[in-house]
């Protein structure tokens, strides 16, 4: 059985914490990347201390070295045997997930936020293709909205569209809507692709469920405690891709374009697209997670 998290101070908890996440296995990548980081996360959360709080060891007034009481303690070690008994994302526990320094609201009724499309949002990545007459924006796959909230922050001109096929994530994002006070700048549809999103739309911004059938099998717990919905795309992970691909065309303004999150699944959609001319956007995981396509390509492309 594995051993209660425990530390006299925020630091001895944290330290304790990581051991035991890695003790146990868990699997990251909900918002973090290893062991330390999520420990710190948790016990942050849990006491109730800024997430962003500077950690140094070795200086006396660090929050590292704060005092926690017997009883906080104990919450400390109650939430890590929680992560690591249900194998449920840390996200899913604290009912909170970061994005480019915001923060959204998430449960188990949508997935997990954790778009690299957001990095080019904040970062300006996208802002050089888009036409000096952009004012629609749709973002497909809303999820919790946090992709349509970024993009409302990003370009106050513009006004933008969240469309979910779940009844139960678009829930989750007027929380969201609601809580950065968007509601005159964001709207929620719900709609199976782009069946209600007729458009025109100047921009589509899209993380579409992708991973395929032979990655869906093997995915950790952690992954299986997100909405199936989200994530599963057929048997090659491009099902939703290829009818989106085709429909888009007459849902777009002449000048739109199109980004679009395809994750570990460039050489599938290389292999079903083969002859559509699409640009691969930088991001922290590389350049081959997004990728950029003109209306005119994809109209060709239909065609």
């Known amino acids: 059985m594995t051993q209660a998290v425990q530390g006299a101070t925020v630091g001895a908890l944290i ?34 201390l800024p997430l962003d709080s500077v950690l140094e060891e070795g200086v006396a007034d660090s929050v590292e070295n704060r005092t926690v009481t017997p009883a906080n303690q104990a919450l400390v070690a109650t939430l890590f045997e929680e992560r690591i008994a249900t194998r449920k ?14 923060p959204f609201y998430v449960d188990e009724r949508a997935i997990v936020p954790r778009s690299f499309i957001a990095e080019l949002l904040a970062g300006g990545g996208i802002d050089d293709w888009l036409s000096d007459q952009t004012r629609n924006v749709l973002d497909l796959c809303t999820g919790n909205g946090s992709l349509a909230c970024l993009a409302a922050m990003a370009w106050p001109e513009v006004a933008v569209t969240g469309a979910d096929i779940s009844p139960d994530a678009l829930a989750v994002a007027r929380i969201n809507v609601d809580k950065h006070g968007l509601q005159q700048r964001v709207r929620l549809i719900e709609s199976d692709g782009l069946a209600a999103c007729p458009g025109p739309w100047d921009l589509i911004l899209c993380n579409p469920p992708y991973v395929n059938a032979q990655s869906m099998a093997a995915l950790p717990q952690e ?17 939703f891709v290829r009818r989106l691909l085709q429909d888009a065309p007459t849902h777009m303004s002449q000048d739109a374009v199109l980004v679009l999150e395809i994750g570990n699944e460039r ?18 995981a590389g350049e081959d997670q997004v990728l950029l396509v003109t209306r005119a390509a994809l109209a060709h492309f239909s065609a």
């Open 267 to 284: 050489a599938h959609f290389e292999a079903a697209f083969p002859q559509l001319p699409v640009f691969w956007l930088p991001t922290s």
């Open 89 to 102: 994302p840390a996200a899913y526990l604290t009912r909170e997930a970061w994005l480019q320094g915001v």
């Open 223 to 239: 992954y299986r405690a997100e909405p199936a919905l989200a994530l599963a795309g057929g048997a090659d992970g491009m099902d």
């Open 15 to 48: 330290q304790s914490g990581a051991e035991q996440l890695a003790q146990a296995g868990v699997v990251f990548g909900h918002g973090t990347t290893n062991a330390w980081d999520e420990a710190a996360w948790l016990v942050l959360w849990r006491l109730g």
